[in-house]
Nanobody
């Protein structure tokens, strides 16, 4: 099992930036991808960014060119969010995919973008 703790959420004006961090512990050797998801009120949880072991990164079309996922070490992943929009408001979750097929989740951190 992998344990994940997010931090860095908050309130920011449109056009501003935030950096979310995810502290990773536990069976880190089993991880083959790290992800950031988000869920806005009344909407389904969606994949925002993914970093696959080996270096490939993928992004939702809505955040391409504005968000960057980085894996700083086996124990640290971040999501740099620039040019934030009100529609980016959501709870953001860090998630780890393991080679077993299991996905572990953090508790989430709130991001609110005011217009």
């Amino acid at each position: 099992q992998v344990q994940l703790v997010e931090s860095g959420g908050g309130l920011v004006q449109a056009g501003g930036s935030l950096r979310l961090s995810c502290a990773v512990s536990g069976r880190i050797f089993s991880i083959n991808a790290m992800n950031w998801f988000r869920q806005a009120p009344g909407k389904q949880r969606e994949l925002v960014a993914q970093s696959i072991s080996g270096g490939t990164s993928k992004y939702a079309d809505s955040v391409k060119g504005r968000f960057t996922i980085s894996r700083h070490s086996e124990h640290s992943v971040s999501l740099q969010m620039n040019s934030l929009k009100p529609e980016d408001t959501a709870v953001y979750y860090c998630a780890a995919n393991s080679i077993s097929g299991r996905t572990d989740w953090g508790q989430g951190t709130q991001v609110t973008v005011s217009s």
